[in-house]
C-alpha cells in the first residue's frame, strides 16, 4: 500500500476544499418576525447575482454568511 503524503488527494480522486454546505444565505426581511430564507449559495458572486436579479420580488433581501455553527451573520 503506497503512503499518500498529500492530504488533498485520496487514491485517485482529488479532494475538494470547497465547504460542505453552502455558506452565503438570502434573506427576506431579515431581523424582523418575519424573516425567512429564500436561497442559499455556495458562492458570494451567485448569492450577489441572485439578489440583482430577484430583489423586485421580495421586501428586502440581504446577504448573510452562514457560520460553521449554523449562525447567520451580515459580518462577513
Do not use: C
Request: avoid cysteine.
Amino acid at each position: 500500500m503506497k503512503s499518500n503524503r498529500n492530504p488533498h488527494v485520496i487514491g485517485d480522486q482529488v479532494q475538494v476544499s470547497a465547504k460542505a454546505y453552502p455558506q452565503w444565505v438570502i434573506v427576506d426581511r431579515a431581523g424582523t418576525d418575519e424573516e425567512s430564507i429564500v436561497n442559499d449559495f455556495f458562492t458570494f458572486e451567485a448569492a450577489k447575482s441572485y439578489v440583482e436579479e430577484f430583489s423586485y420580488d421580495f421586501e428586502g433581501l440581504v446577504i448573510m454568511r452562514r457560520r460553521e455553527d449554523g449562525v447567520l451573520t451580515t459580518e462577513y
